[in-house]
C-alpha cells in the first residue's frame, strides 16, 4: 500500500522518477476542461509523454458520476489499453478519485499516477488510496482504496491557484498541524499564505503528506486511527451540506475550516482541549476564512447533516476531537445538546 511520493521542484524530473522502472504498454492520461488547458502543455512533450492519448472530464463535483465513469473506461477500451496500461491523473481531487477508481477497476486494476494539481488534493485527495465516485445522492458512495503507484508533489500548478483555493487546501493542512505537534502547527499559522514563498509551501506540504501518510499506513482502510483525518469534517461536512441546500457556494477547505473550530470547541469541553489554542485557532481561522452564517433554525438540519454522515455507526455522532496538539482522540460522541451548544458556540463568536 505504501505510495512513492515524490517531491521535486523540477516537474520533469518527478516524472522522470515516477516512471523509472515502471513497465507499461500504454500510457493514458485523464485531465479534466481546465488542466487540459492549463497544466497539459506543461508535461505533454516530456519524453515519456509524447505518446499518452488524452482523456478529458468535466472539471467540478457534480461530474463525479458513473456516466463519467463509463466515458473513462470507454475511452481506455477504445484505445487498446491493457491491465499493463498506466494512467496518469492530473487534476485535482475529482479527477484523482475518479481516474484512480477507473484504473483501479479497468481489467480488474492497471497502474496510475497521481500528479495533483490543486494544494487540496496535493495534501489530501490524491495521497492514501481512496478512489470512487458519487451515487445516489451521496459523495464518494461508490469506490475503493487502492494506492497510486507514486503521487507527484510540485509547485509549479499551485502559482496558477487563486487564493481561495490555496485556502481551501491550507486548512487540510491545518487539521494535519493539529494532528501532529506543537512546532509543525506554530509553524503553519506564522507561514503567509497569503503571499506564498512557493518553496517553502512545498516543504510544508511535504511535512503535511507525511503525517497523512504515517496514520494511512498504520491503517489504510478506516478501521482505527485513520479516523483521526476527519478532524473537523463531521461538522464541516454538515456546513457543505448546508450550504449545497440553500445554494451557497463553499468550498471544502472554508468548510473544514469552520469544522475545525466547532469541533476544537467540543475538544475543550470533552477532552480538555486547551482553551488558549482553541482561541487562537478560532481567530486564525476567522481573520484569513470568514465565518460561516447561520441561525437557530438551521440547527435541526444541521444535527440531521451529521447524523447522517456515512462514518457513523448505529445512531451516535462519531466525532475525532483532540486532548491537546497531537493528543488524537477517535470514536468520541457528542449528544445532541452538546452538538447544540457547540453551534451556539461559533455562531456567538
Ligand atoms: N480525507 C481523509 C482520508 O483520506 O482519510
Not at 493514458?28 to 505518446?51: G, Y
Not at 495533483?116 to 478512489?131: C, R
Not at 496514520?215 to 463531521?234: C, F, M, S, Y
Not at 445532541?336 to 456567538?348: A, H, V
Request: aromatic content about 8%.
Amino acid at each position: 500500500m505504501k505510495q512513492n511520493i515524490i517531491i521535486d521542484e523540477d516537474i520533469e524530473s518527478c516524472m522522470a522518477k515516477a516512471m523509472e522502472g515502471v513497465d507499461y504498454d500504454k500510457l493514458f492520461v485523464l485531465t479534466d476542461t481546465n488542466t487540459l488547458q492549463l497544466c497539459w502543455p506543461t508535461i505533454q512533450n516530456f519524453e515519456f509523454t509524447r505518446e499518452a492519448q488524452t482523456i478529458t472530464i468535466a472539471p467540478t463535483d457534480e461530474a463525479k458520476t458513473l456516466e463519467t465513469l463509463a466515458y473513462v473506461w470507454t475511452a481506455l477500451q477504445q484505445g487498446g489499453a491493457t491491465r499493463h496500461s498506466l494512467m496518469i491523473n492530473l487534476g485535482g481531487g475529482m479527477v484523482t478519485d475518479l481516474g484512480g477508481f477507473a484504473a483501479s477497476t479497468f481489467k480488474r486494476g492497471m497502474a496510475y499516477i497521481n500528479i495533483p494539481t490543486t494544494l487540496l488534493s496535493q495534501v489530501d485527495a490524491s495521497v492514501g488510496g481512496k478512489t470512487g465516485i458519487n451515487f445516489g445522492g451521496l459523495k464518494n458512495e461508490i469506490g475503493v482504496f487502492n494506492c497510486a503507484g507514486s503521487v507527484i508533489l510540485n509547485s509549479t500548478f499551485l502559482r496558477t491557484l487563486d487564493h481561495e483555493n490555496l485556502l481551501s487546501g491550507y486548512a487540510e493542512m491545518l487539521k494535519h498541524g493539529l494532528l501532529s505537534n506543537e512546532e509543525h502547527w506554530a509553524e503553519l499559522l506564522h507561514f503567509d499564505i497569503a503571499q506564498p514563498n512557493y518553496k517553502t509551501l512545498q516543504h510544508l506540504v511535504a511535512k503535511s503528506v507525511s503525517i497523512k501518510e504515517e496514520i494511512v499506513e498504520q491503517d489504510p482502510t478506516e478501521k482505527g486511527i485513520r479516523k483521526a483525518l476527519n478532524l473537523g469534517h463531521t461538522a464541516g461536512h454538515a456546513i457543505e451540506s448546508l450550504a449545497l441546500q440553500e445554494g451557497r457556494t463553499v468550498l471544502h477547505g472554508y468548510a473544514v475550516a469552520w469544522g475545525l473550530v466547532m469541533e476544537l470547541y467540543l475538544s475543550a469541553k470533552k477532552c480538555g482541549f486547551p482553551a488558549n489554542r482553541l482561541h487562537q485557532m478560532e481567530a486564525y481561522i476567522k481573520e484569513r476564512y470568514g465565518k460561516f452564517h447561520y441561525d437557530c433554525k438551521h440547527y435541526e438540519m444541521l444535527y440531521n447533516f451529521m447524523r447522517h454522515d456515512k462514518k457513523n455507526q448505529g445512531s451516535n455522532i462519531n466525532f475525532t476531537l483532540l486532548g491537546g496538539i497531537g493528543d488524537i482522540r477517535i470514536n468520541q460522541t457528542a449528544t445532541e445538546q452538546e452538538i447544540e451548544e457547540m453551534l451556539d458556540y461559533y455562531r456567538e463568536s
